[in-house]
């Protein structure tokens, strides 16, 4: 691509300028190549397909159809091909992949606020003071921020890390630092999608952005001035990675979903949940070891934008029409996703979780012929495929009312365990933190028997 000799236009340069922020300068960028030069050969992956607002056991995969009225839901179960693998419904091409996965039916935890569900299902460690208000932040990174400090560089140039169309909002990378953080794509089922920044590498060329070394090091100055408490720490490497990604080929060609067949984007739905999938089983195929899919509607002001059933009788919100809403594009997605990396022989490469931060309350709430349930974590179900775990089967029960566990209890701390399991972590390892304590990267949990 010949060099342009003109300025750079406005947006362009903010583009390329916002990577500098607290950053190195171009000439340290070589050095910390060689100081972080550790990589990972590594080519396992996790796809999380993340059901924020806690879905309900009862209505997804732990149906109770004998269960009294005020218990049972709305819906009934349907079979699959697996004895006792039964599922909602509204899950149709679920069920048809009875053989593929597996459900783990006896998870259980204690934190009631989606904030703290979250951080104790995402890092396997419970906040030290629950938050009824939901507004805690982590003290301590999730398991895609510690797959990527412990697996180091993608020898690929991708990130080890990333959120479609964002990274689960109540996690930090804390004693990791920045450069540990997911990389956000943006919407992938918009007409015009192009991940962002990714769109510079056809547009910049290597030599346009060693032209801005004399910015960077006035935002180095400024990063160095500002950063009192080692807060920034590791966004240089961040953006170092960020500079590989600006100028990679492969690396944009495994965020472009138009090189896909039109046919399979159609099998995916050309919408917000089947595009994400898609795209987390390309950058899983092209090595990315993390993707978090953040099931939620892509605007708050849609009528069910999460799975947080409660009665709202002002909205008309209603658990029953949110479900029948949600799992028409669920379903779709999530079985295409199955169903592609098992055709594609990438079922031990890459392993699939479908789950949120906590249950729902057994017992139905009715208000103004609408019904709903509130939080519960004493029980909940999440899905498995892939990872060349032993699919086709149902690993724990709960109670008859599905309020708790009652054979098999498992925590979220055992499912992730079950995850390091499988991206080759050692969940005993140890970081410090900010006090310079070693924090293990999993205290307590054990890979599910059964699955592995």
């Known amino acids: 691509m010949p060099a342009c000799v003109g300025p750079a236009p406005r947006r362009e340069f903010l583009r390329a300028g916002l990577l500098a922020l607290g950053g190195l300068s171009l000439a340290e960028v070589a050095a910390a190549r060689a100081a972080?030069?550790?990589?990972?050969?590594?080519?396992?992956?996790?796809?999380?397909?993340?059901?924020?607002?806690?879905?309900?056991?009862?209505e997804t995969w732990d149906l109770k159809p004998n269960a009294p009225i005020e218990y049972r839901g709305p819906f009934r179960p349907i079979p699959t091909s697996v004895p006792g693998l039964d599922l909602c419904e509204l899950f149709p091409q679920q069920a048809a992949l009875g053989d593929k996965i597996s459900l783990v039916r006896s998870l259980a935890h204690s934190m009631s606020s989606h904030n703290d569900g979250s951080i104790e299902v995402l890092t396997g460690k419970t906040p030290t003071v629950?938050?009824?208000?939901?507004?805690?932040?982590?003290?301590?990174?999730?398991?895609?921020?510690?797959?990527?400090?412990?697996?180091?560089?993608?020898?690929?140039?991708?990130?080890?890390y990333v959120g479609i169309p964002q990274?689960?909002?109540?996690?930090?990378?804390?004693?990791?630092?920045?450069?540990?953080?997911?990389?956000?794509t943006g919407d992938p089922s918009a007409e015009t999608y192009q991940p962002r920044d990714l769109s510079l590498a056809a547009g910049i060329d290597g030599t346009r952005l060693d032209h801005r070394k004399e910015l960077l090091t006035q935002f180095d100055r400024f990063k160095r001035a500002a950063d009192m408490g080692g807060s920034l720490e590791g966004l240089g490497r961040f953006r170092e990675a960020a500079f590989s990604m600006l100028t990679s080929r492969?690396?944009?060609?495994?965020?472009?979903?138009?090189?896909e067949d039109p046919k399979l984007r159609d099998r995916y739905g050309r919408h917000l949940w089947g595009q994400s999938c898609l795209l987390a089983r390309k950058l899983a195929e092209a090595g990315v070891s993390v993707i978090t899919i953040d099931a939620l509607a892509p605007s708050l002001s849609e009528r069910y934008f999460s799975w947080d059933d409660h009665i709202n009788v002002q909205t008309r919100w209603d658990?029953?029409?949110?479900?029948?809403?949600?799992?028409?594009?669920?379903?779709?997605?999530l079985s295409a996703l199955?169903?592609?990396?098992?055709?594609?022989?990438?079922?031990?490469?890459?392993?699939?979780?479908?789950?949120?931060?906590?249950?729902?309350?057994?017992?139905?709430?009715?208000?103004?012929g609408l019904i709903g349930r509130d939080h519960w974590p004493s029980a909940m179900?999440?899905?498995?495929?892939?990872?060349?775990?032993?699919?086709?089967?149902?690993?724990?029960?709960?109670?008859?009312?599905?309020?708790?566990?009652?054979?098999?209890?498992?925590?979220?701390?055992?499912?992730?365990?079950?995850?390091?399991?499988?991206?080759?972590?050692?969940?005993?390892?140890?970081?410090?933190?900010?006090?310079?304590?070693?924090?293990?990267?999993?205290?307590?949990g054990r890979p599910i028997a059964g699955l592995v």
Not at 319 to 333: K, N
């Open 381 to 444: 179900s999440a899905l498995v495929s892939g990872g060349g775990l032993r699919m086709g089967q149902v690993i724990g029960q709960t109670n008859s009312k599905a309020e708790y566990p009652a054979e098999q209890p498992l925590t979220p701390q055992d499912l992730l365990a079950t995850i390091y399991r499988h991206l080759d972590i050692a969940p005993e390892a140890a970081f410090q933190n900010f006090a310079g304590r070693p924090i293990p990267i999993l205290p307590e």
């Open 167 to 184: 990274s689960p909002f109540m996690t930090r990378p804390t004693y990791l630092g920045l450069s540990h953080s997911a990389f956000a």
């Open 338 to 368: 199955i169903r592609d990396i098992h055709e594609r022989g990438l079922d031990r490469r890459i392993l699939v979780v479908a789950m949120g931060e906590f249950g729902r309350t057994p017992r139905l709430v009715h208000a103004d």
């Open 36 to 58: 972080h030069a550790k990589t990972s050969s590594s080519n396992t992956s996790v796809i999380l397909f993340w059901m924020w607002g806690g879905p309900s056991q009862l």
């Open 130 to 160: 629950a938050d009824p208000t939901s507004t805690a932040k982590s003290e301590h990174p999730d398991f895609g921020m510690i797959a990527s400090r412990v697996l180091g560089s993608n020898p690929h140039g991708l990130p080890r």
């Open 250 to 259: 492969a690396v944009v060609d495994a965020f472009d979903l138009r090189r």
């Open 319 to 333: 658990l029953a029409d949110a479900m029948r809403h949600r799992a028409t594009f669920m379903d779709q997605a």
